[in-house]
C-alpha cells in the first residue's frame, strides 16, 4: 500500500485529497501498464544463454518477468548436478550451489520425465512462480528442451488479456470506451441470472449448457463478420470518429511559465522593489537641487 500511494498522498493528506490522488493514481498506473505492454510487444531482451527453455521464456513473459527468469539461467553455472536415484522415470537429483570460494548448499530435486514436472526443495516456483536455477539445472541435465505449460503462468504472459480494463472507474467515466459500457451491463444483468442458478447443482448445469450454446453461437457470427468484413472508407462507419479524444496533456519540465508567485516571493519583490526607488529618488534629488542652481 505504501509504494503504491507513496507518490500521491502522504500521512498529512486529507481525505479529500486522497479520493483526488487515488484516481490519478489509477490513471498512472493504467498509462504504465499501456507503456509497458508497447515495450514488451516491439522490444526483445537477447537470451543470456543457449538454452531453447530460456527462449520459450523469452517468447512468452513480459520483459520484467523475464529478466527474473534470466537471473535464474546465470545462476545455474553455478550449480552441480549428481544423479542419487532413478526408477522407471522418476529420478533425484543432488545440486550443490556454490555460494563462495569454500561453502555450497545443496538442494533436493526431484524430476518426473513421464508427467514432465520437476520440483526442488527451495520451493521457488511455488513463491514466485518461476522455476530456480536448481530445477533448470536438472532439466538441461536431462536433455529437456521445451518446460511443460505449467510452468509458464498466464499472469506473467504479455498476451495477457487484463479484465479490469473493461471494469468503469470514476475517472474515466466521462471518456467511458463503448465496449466498457456493454461490459457493465452485461455484469449487471448476468449478476440475478449467476445468484438463482447457483441455488442448486441443477440450475448451475442448466445455466453451463445455455452459456456453451451462447458462446458457439457468438464464436460463429465474429468468425462469418470477420470473413465478411471488407468494408471501403466510404460505407466505413464514421461513429468512432466522434469518440475520438485529444490526447493526455503531459507535463514539461522546467518551471511554468504562469506560475503563480508565494507569498513570499510576492514580499521580496515588493522590497527590492521599495529599495530600488529609495535609491532611484535619493539620487534625482540632488540633480535636480544643481540644474536649478545652474551648477
Not at 241 to 262: A, D, F, H, M, Y
Request: hydrophobic share 35%; glycine share 2%.
Amino acid at each position: 500500500m505504501y509504494s503504491f500511494f507513496n507518490k500521491f498522498i502522504t500521512r498529512n493528506s486529507s481525505l479529500i485529497q486522497f479520493v483526488k490522488q487515488y484516481n490519478n493514481c489509477l490513471v498512472s498506473r493504467e498509462q504504465a501498464e499501456r507503456e509497458s505492454d508497447v515495450v514488451d510487444f516491439h522490444t526483445v531482451i537477447p537470451c543470456a544463454t543457449k538454452s531453447s527453455i530460456e527462449a520459450q521464456f523469452q517468447d512468452v513473459y513480459t520483459h520484467q518477468k523475464f529478466r527474473e527468469v534470466q537471473a535464474q539461467f546465470r545462476g545455474k553455472a553455478n550449480c552441480i548436478t549428481r544423479l542419487t536415484n532413478s526408477a522407471l522415470g522418476y529420478s533425484v537429483y543432488e545440486v550443490g550451489e556454490q555460494v563462495s570460494s569454500s561453502i555450497f548448499n545443496k538442494f533436493v530435486v526431484t524430476y518426473d520425465s513421464v508427467a514432465a514436472e520437476i520440483k526442488c526443495q527451495c520451493l521457488l516456483f511455488e513463491s514466485r512462480g518461476i522455476l530456480c536455477r536448481h530445477a533448470l539445472s536438472v532439466l538441461s541435465f536431462e536433455q529437456v528442451s521445451q518446460v511443460s505449460p505449467r510452468y509458464i503462468l498466464e499472469r506473467w504472459s504479455k498476451k495477457v488479456k487484463r479484465r479490469h480494463t473493461h471494469i468503469k472507474s470514476s475517472h474515466d467515466e466521462p471518456l467511458m470506451e463503448p465496449r466498457s459500457k456493454r461490459f457493465d451491463q452485461l455484469v449487471f444483468r448476468s449478476q440475478n441470472i449467476c445468484e438463482f442458478a447457483s441455488e442448486s447443482e441443477e440450475l448451475t448445469a442448466i445455466l453451463h449448457r445455455v452459456y456453451d450454446n451462447v458462446m458457439a453461437e457468438m464464436e460463429s457470427l465474429k468468425a462469418k463478420r470477420k470473413g465478411t468484413s471488407s468494408l471501403s472508407h466510404e460505407d466505413a462507419n464514421l461513429e468512432s470518429v466522434n469518440e475520438l479524444q485529444s490526447p493526455p496533456r503531459i507535463r514539461t519540465r522546467g518551471r511554468p511559465k504562469n506560475r503563480l508567485g508565494s507569498k513570499l516571493d510576492k514580499q521580496i519583490a515588493n522590497a527590492t522593489k521599495k529599495k530600488k526607488t529609495k535609491v532611484l529618488n535619493e539620487f534625482t534629488v540632488p540633480v535636480a537641487l544643481d540644474n536649478s542652481l545652474g551648477v
